[in-house]
């Protein structure tokens, strides 16, 4: 077999350098993406040698580390037979020392050693019997139609902290939502949240989650964790779980989140939230205390008062029959009331005759003085659109934050708080173009979005949906 020339080898090494960046992917389902950057830029061989010495390589060494991928490093392809010969030996022999300081050893097979001090050494052992009895015990949890991730991420409990009490990151509606899985408990999903005030079958909870881990990326510049389909898993970053849709979830929050509450919530810089199941008892302890009361209480008079046997609704139906009987009796006397004959005037008015002509002048130059009027004075109907579109759009970007949902531009973050308004906000359910109708929720419909975005959506008739620009981002 004939030798490859160095050339050869570097036009070799760069294709396993683009393996190795999928194989990485597809093995442990993490992305080092400045990996490849550097390799788009600078080509396999040369990415290599720089890339080794980076804060990125430093963070990615330490995933597959803790994943026992060290095979899967750059490190370890430079120090492979194979290339070895390609680089000064500096270079390998610092990736020698580093493999060796990680305990990496290519190729070797662990032996599994056998337990001690459970059993006698004559006992023998029907593993198979065993694995029975441990399948009685174990809990039959109900197997998901969708991956659990339990991915690492770069963030420490002092981080959290910070970015918790941030109000520029986490709005009020993200804390108190974060705060209700936290109390809950592990594995929360919808049919848990769904008990608590606020939380419908409409929340969305994908959108909310996702801007608020793309703020979370912008301000703490980490790497986002990667799905099985190399897509962004914006919830990971807050959750361990796994995400279906709005209605089908499961998370639990990072164990550094879930220690940052606990230590904020012992040193009263937050308060705990109390969820629907603790209210629940609450308000059965307090039932059987009333019913209590009135089997106790003496009866002071035999008659009951109507009011206190109905329903709200009941109440409700009654004031508004009564009501309508009201404007029936009202119509009857209209109806029923005597015609008046017009009085006779004792003194009839002088009336001067006029020209049609002077006439129609007259009429001319008082719709001109209505109209001048009518200048000067502001549309009521107007005025009071303007702020009830001014007053969604502030409910819009209070809930989700002033970024934009498809691109992940920050308006508040880059620009300062002041600026937050500046950002547009998007009708999903919009079809006529109109944006903002009397019928539109301003969490539900609507969604901040930046000025680039909305021209492009709005470029083509029918305009463009919000996953369509989504696609087109790569968001």
């Given at each position: 077999?004939?030798?490859?020339?160095?050339?050869q080898?570097?036009?070799?090494?760069?294709?396993?350098?683009?393996?190795?960046?999928?194989?990485i992917?597809?093995?442990?389902?993490?992305?080092?993406?400045?990996?490849?950057?550097?390799i788009?830029?600078?080509?396999?061989?040369?990415?290599a040698?720089?890339?080794?010495?980076?804060?990125?390589?430093?963070?990615?060494?330490?995933?597959?580390?803790?994943?026992?991928?060290?095979?899967?490093?750059?490190?370890?392809?430079?120090?492979?037979?194979?290339?070895?010969?390609?680089?000064?030996?500096?270079?390998?022999?610092?990736?020698?020392?580093?493999?060796?300081?990680?305990?990496?050893?290519?190729?070797?097979?662990?032996?599994?050693?056998?337990?001690?001090?459970?059993?006698?050494?004559?006992?023998?052992?029907?593993?198979?019997?065993?694995?029975?009895?441990?399948?009685?015990?174990?809990?039959?949890?109900?197997?998901?139609?969708?991956?659990?991730?339990?991915?690492?991420?770069?963030?420490?409990?002092?981080?959290?902290?910070?970015?918790?009490?941030?109000?520029?990151?986490?709005?009020?509606?993200?804390?108190?939502?974060?705060?209700?899985?936290?109390?809950?408990?592990?594995?929360?999903?919808?049919?848990?949240?769904?008990?608590?005030?606020?939380?419908?079958?409409?929340?969305?909870?994908?959108?909310?989650?996702?801007?608020?881990?793309?703020?979370?990326?912008?301000?703490?510049?980490?790497?986002?964790?990667?799905?099985?389909?190399?897509?962004?898993?914006?919830?990971?970053?807050?959750?361990?779980?796994?995400?279906?849709?709005?209605?089908?979830?499961?998370?639990?929050?990072?164990?550094?989140?879930?220690?940052?509450?606990?230590?904020?919530?012992?040193?009263?810089?937050?308060?705990?939230?109390?969820?629907?199941?603790?209210?629940?008892?609450q308000?059965?302890?307090?039932?059987?205390?009333?019913?209590v009361?009135?089997?106790t209480?003496?009866?002071?008079?035999?008659?009951?008062?109507?009011?206190?046997?109905?329903?709200?609704?009941?109440?409700?139906?009654?004031?508004?029959?009564?009501?309508?009987?009201?404007?029936?009796?009202?119509?009857?006397?209209?109806?029923?009331?005597?015609?008046?004959?017009?009085?006779k005037?004792?003194?009839?008015?002088?009336?001067?005759?006029?020209?049609?002509?002077?006439?129609t002048?007259?009429?001319?130059?008082?719709?001109?003085?209505?109209?001048?009027?009518?200048?000067?004075?502001?549309?009521?109907?107007?005025?009071?659109?303007?702020?009830?579109?001014?007053?969604?759009?502030?409910?819009?970007?209070?809930?989700?934050?002033?970024?934009?949902?498809?691109?992940?531009?920050?308006?508040?973050?880059?620009?300062?708080?002041?600026?937050?308004?500046?950002?547009?906000?998007?009708?999903?359910?919009?079809?006529?173009?109109?944006?903002?109708?009397?019928?539109?929720?301003?969490?539900?419909?609507?969604?901040?979005?930046?000025?680039?975005?909305?021209?492009?959506?709005?470029?083509?008739?029918?305009?463009?949906s919000?996953?369509?620009?989504?696609?087109m981002?790569?968001?």
């Amino acid at each position: 077999m004939t030798e490859l020339s160095t050339d050869q080898l570097k036009k070799t090494f760069h294709q396993e350098m683009i393996n190795l960046y999928k194989q990485i992917i597809k093995s442990i389902k993490y992305k080092p993406t400045r990996l490849m950057d550097f390799i788009n830029k600078y080509g396999g061989y040369e990415a290599a040698v720089k890339y080794i010495s980076t804060e990125s390589n430093v963070q990615d060494f330490a995933v597959l580390w803790e994943k026992e991928r060290l095979d899967l490093s750059v490190e370890a392809l430079i120090a492979s037979e194979a290339y070895r010969s390609l680089f000064q030996e500096e270079i390998v022999a610092f990736c020698d020392r580093k493999l060796k300081e990680y305990s990496y050893a290519p190729n070797k097979i662990e032996e599994v050693e056998e337990p001690t001090g459970y059993f006698d050494e004559d006992e023998k052992i029907d593993l198979g019997e065993l694995l029975k009895q441990k399948e009685l015990y174990l809990p039959k949890v109900a197997k998901k139609d969708y991956p659990l991730y339990h991915q690492a991420i770069a963030i420490t409990c002092d981080e959290w902290k910070e970015v918790v009490t941030n109000t520029k990151i986490v709005t009020a509606n993200n804390l108190d939502l974060l705060l209700r899985i936290y109390t809950i408990g592990d594995a929360v999903g919808p049919k848990e949240l769904a008990k608590e005030e606020g939380y419908s079958n409409t929340y969305p909870y994908k959108e909310v989650i996702m801007a608020l881990g793309k703020r979370i990326k912008t301000y703490l510049k980490v790497e986002v964790p990667t799905g099985e389909d190399g897509k962004p898993l914006w919830w990971h970053i807050l959750f361990n779980g796994g995400l279906k849709d709005n209605s089908d979830f499961e998370w639990s929050l990072k164990k550094d989140l879930r220690k940052a509450f606990d230590e904020l919530i012992d040193t009263g810089v937050i308060d705990k939230v109390e969820v629907q199941s603790q209210k629940e008892i609450q308000d059965i302890e307090e039932e059987v205390v009333l019913k209590v009361e009135e089997v106790t209480k003496p009866a002071s008079s035999t008659s009951v008062n109507k009011e206190d046997t109905l329903s709200a609704f009941d109440r409700l139906f009654e004031s508004i029959m009564a009501g309508s009987e009201s404007v029936k009796k009202e119509e009857t006397q209209k109806e029923e009331a005597p015609k008046v004959e017009p009085l006779k005037e004792e003194y009839p008015l002088k009336v001067e005759k006029v020209s049609s002509e002077e006439n129609t002048l007259n009429l001319i130059e008082a719709s001109k003085e209505m109209n001048e009027i009518d200048e000067h004075i502001p549309s009521c109907d107007k005025t009071l659109e303007t702020d009830y579109k001014e007053k969604l759009k502030k409910e819009c970007i209070d809930y989700y934050g002033a970024i934009c949902d498809i691109c992940g531009f920050d308006f508040g973050y880059t620009y300062g708080e002041a600026y937050e308004q500046c950002i547009d906000v998007h009708n999903q359910k919009d079809v006529q173009g109109e944006e903002i109708l009397p019928t539109t929720h301003p969490t539900e419909d609507l969604i901040p979005i930046c000025h680039n975005c909305h021209q492009v959506i709005h470029s083509v008739v029918p305009a463009l949906s919000v996953d369509e620009m989504r696609k087109m981002v790569k968001a």
